[in-house]
C-alpha cells in the first residue's frame, strides 16, 4: 500500500507546471496589440453613402452619370433621410 501512495505522488509532482502568469499576460497583450494593428491596416470602413453600391450591387463600377442617377441609391438615401427624421 505505501508503494501505491508513493507512486500517485510521484505522478502528480509530474504534472506540469503552467506557465508563469507575467509571461503569458505579456504574450496576450502583444497578440492584442498586433491584432489591433491589423484590423486597422486591413479593415477600413466604408462610407454609409456608398456602402450599398460597395456590397449590394451587381455592377462593379458606374460612370459618374450612372451613379448620380441611380434609382436603388438614391431610394435608399431618400430612406436613410425619413428614418433620420423621425
Given at each position: ?13 509530474a ?39 460597395e ?32
Amino acid at each position: 500500500m505505501d508503494t501505491e501512495i508513493g507512486f500517485m505522488l510521484t505522478e502528480i509532482n509530474a504534472i506540469p507546471r503552467p506557465p508563469n502568469n507575467l509571461k503569458l499576460m505579456a504574450k496576450i497583450k502583444t497578440l492584442s496589440r498586433i491584432s489591433k494593428w491589423l484590423k486597422g491596416a486591413i479593415i477600413v470602413n466604408v462610407p454609409e453613402d456608398i456602402a450599398l453600391c460597395e456590397y449590394d450591387c451587381s455592377k462593379e463600377q458606374c460612370l459618374q452619370g450612372e451613379w448620380k442617377t441611380c434609382k436603388r441609391r438614391l431610394q435608399n438615401l431618400s430612406e436613410r433621410k425619413r428614418q433620420a427624421t423621425e
